[in-house]
């Protein structure tokens, strides 16, 4: 079962990378753009019937700082798991 783990930082939390792009995306002339913010995405292969509970713990014990950030689990199927 093929997982998508997107993972982002927290509104409010500074983000040195989606300002650079910003800059970037303004110096090329492309005009109308507000804001960027810079996250990362992570794609699983897991055991059919890995539950949701799991995916959390995986996200809360190593892939998303939670302080800073947050997350979102979506299995490739389309369904979207509340994070």
């Known amino acids: ?3 998508r783990i997107l993972v982002r ?3 409010g939390v500074l983000d040195p990378q989606g300002r650079a ?3 970037a995306l303004e110096g090329l002339g492309f005009d109308g753009v507000e804001d960027v913010r810079v996250g990362r995405m992570i794609e699983l292969d897991v055991a059919e019937g ?3 509970e799991t ?3 995986m996200c809360e ?9 947050d997350y979102a689990i ?3 199927d389309g369904e ?4």
């Open 74 to 76: 979506e299995h490739l």
């Open 21 to 23: 792009v910003h800059h």
């Open 80 to 83: 979207k798991a509340p994070a």
């Open 61 to 69: 014990q190593l892939l998303a700082n939670m302080v800073i950030e």
């Open 50 to 52: 890995t539950g949701d």
């Open 55 to 57: 995916l959390r713990k």
């Open 1 to 3: 079962m093929k997982v």
């Open 9 to 11: 930082l927290k509104p």
